[in-house]
Structures are given as C-alpha cells and as structure tokens.
C-alpha cells in the first residue's frame, strides 16, 4: 500500500510525500531487493516532489508499485529455489581431488563419482551436531538411486576407521556411505572453518553450494533442489 502525506510549504506550495509498504507472507517488509533494483527501491521508499499534475503523480505511484513487486518477486523466487541455510558458491569451482579413503582404507577422489551428483558431508565422531544430522543425511541417500545421487560422510576423525567404524554401528545407518579422512586434508582444501559442513557438487565436479552447520537433509525443499539437479540433462 501507499501512505501520502501532504503539507504545505513556506512559499505556499504543496509537499506530498509518500511511503510504500509492501507486506509479505512471512510480515517482512520487502527491503533492499537485489541487483538493478537496490537503487530504484531506495528512491521510491521515500519521494518528496513540489506540486505536479495528476497524470504525473499517478505516474509515478504506477512504477513504484511495479518495481516493489519486481522486487520481492525476485527474492521470493530465490528462496523457493535453493533451501534456507545453501550458500551458492561463487564461480563454481572445481571440486579438489582430494585423497581420502573408504572404510576398508582403499584411497579415494571426488574425480570416482563424476558423472553423479554429490553430497559431500564433513563430520566427526565428537560433534554432537554432526551425528544429530546423520539420520536424515541417511534418509537422503536412500531417496535417491546411487547412478543419480551419492550422499559421502567423511569423517574428520584422526582415528580413521578404527574409531568411525564402531561409532555408526550404534547409529544403524542403512544406506550412507561413511569415509574416513584422518589428515584433515578436504578439510584444508574445501577452506572449512567447522563442522559439520557440507558441499553440493554437480555430476561436472564443480562445487554448488555450502551448508554450515547441521540441515534436515530430507525435508522438502532440499530433496526438490537436489533432484532439479538430478534431473538437469547431462553437458
């Protein structure tokens, strides 16, 4: 809606300025949408003009309540595509090729599962978040045919194997595939700064999106993500 407020000047001309509110669903006020519209919002939330015609004032209201909506269509569209708490990566850099390794210790790369979209999940046995996250990363994995999507914990743990192993036996995970990666290396690589953290990667190896922090890997709008990824034609 617009508010108008009129009064007048010491030289006898009118002043009328007006404010544009636009409420959402979620009682956000729409701010500072991005791209070419950040400036233009800013000048249409608060305009003050001298005395105009009509056709000019109304005008002028028409294209503030288009671009207001321009805006917050824009972001609304964002959010409905990539989930609350995915930062998209910047440039979509090659994932590193990184060795770590299987349970049974075989060395292993993200170069093995190209082809297939990957969920790369940077964890340990002593992060109490992590292991609150692993059922669902678990539900995640078994939504998805394995030639499709891939779901890889791998853990942080400079026990390796010998520590992880006896861990998830407790958790009765059904279908995640747990890793090991004792040195830390995918840690240095991927510029984690804690766990858990997670990586998108596409079925090219570049690196999507990061999560920070635990997610509920099987709700809604995450599964719709990954598998708008999954059914992308292959380049």
């Given at each position: 809606?617009?508010?108008?407020?009129?009064?007048?000047?010491?030289?006898?001309?009118d002043k009328?300025?007006?404010?544009?509110?636009?409420?959402?669903r979620?009682?956000?006020a729409?701010?500072?949408?991005?791209?070419?519209?950040?400036?233009?919002?800013?000048?249409?939330?608060?305009?003050?003009c001298?005395?105009?015609?009509m056709p000019h004032?109304?005008?002028?209201?028409?294209?503030?309540?288009?671009?207001?909506?321009?805006?917050c269509?824009?972001?609304?569209?964002?959010?409905?595509?990539v989930?609350?708490?995915?930062?998209?990566?910047?440039?979509?850099?090659q994932a590193?090729?990184?060795?770590?390794?299987n349970?049974?210790?075989?060395?292993?790369s993200?170069?093995?599962?190209?082809?297939?979209v990957?969920?790369?999940n940077?964890?340990?046995?002593?992060?109490a978040?992590?292991?609150?996250?692993?059922?669902?990363?678990d539900?995640?994995?078994s939504?998805?045919?394995?030639?499709?999507?891939?779901?890889?914990?791998?853990?942080?743990?400079?026990?390796?194997?010998?520590?992880?192993?006896?861990?998830?036996?407790?958790?009765?995970?059904?279908k995640?595939?747990?890793?090991?990666d004792?040195?830390?290396?995918l840690?240095?690589?991927f510029?984690?700064?804690?766990?858990p953290?997670?990586?998108?990667?596409?079925?090219?190896?570049a690196?999507i999106?990061r999560?920070e922090?635990?997610?509920?890997w099987?709700?809604?709008d995450?599964?719709?993500?990954l598998?708008?990824m999954v059914?992308?034609?292959?380049?």
């Amino acid at each position: 809606m617009i508010l108008i407020r009129t009064q007048v000047n010491s030289d006898g001309t009118d002043k009328v300025q007006f404010h544009v509110v636009l409420c959402t669903r979620s009682g956000y006020a729409c701010q500072e949408p991005p791209g070419r519209f950040g400036t233009l919002w800013n000048i249409a939330m608060f305009a003050t003009c001298a005395r105009t015609t009509m056709p000019h004032f109304l005008l002028l209201a028409v294209s503030v309540i288009g671009l207001s909506f321009a805006g917050c269509g824009s972001t609304a569209a964002q959010k409905t595509t990539v989930p609350q708490g995915f930062d998209l990566v910047q440039g979509k850099p090659q994932a590193p090729p990184t060795l770590f390794s299987n349970v049974n210790g075989d060395p292993i790369s993200l170069k093995f599962f190209r082809g297939k979209v990957v969920v790369l999940n940077l964890w340990a046995t002593w992060c109490a978040p992590c292991v609150t996250e692993m059922p669902s990363l678990d539900r995640l994995a078994s939504r998805f045919e394995s030639d499709r999507l891939v779901v890889l914990a791998v853990s942080q743990d400079k026990g390796g194997s010998a520590v992880v192993t006896p861990f998830l036996m407790r958790l009765a995970l059904q279908k995640l595939k747990i890793f090991a990666d004792p040195s830390g290396r995918l840690f240095r690589d991927f510029g984690v700064r804690g766990l858990p953290t997670t990586f998108i990667i596409d079925p090219s190896g570049a690196t999507i999106a990061r999560v920070e922090g635990p997610l509920d890997w099987d709700a809604g709008d995450v599964v719709r993500y990954l598998t708008g990824m999954v059914e992308q034609p292959s380049r």
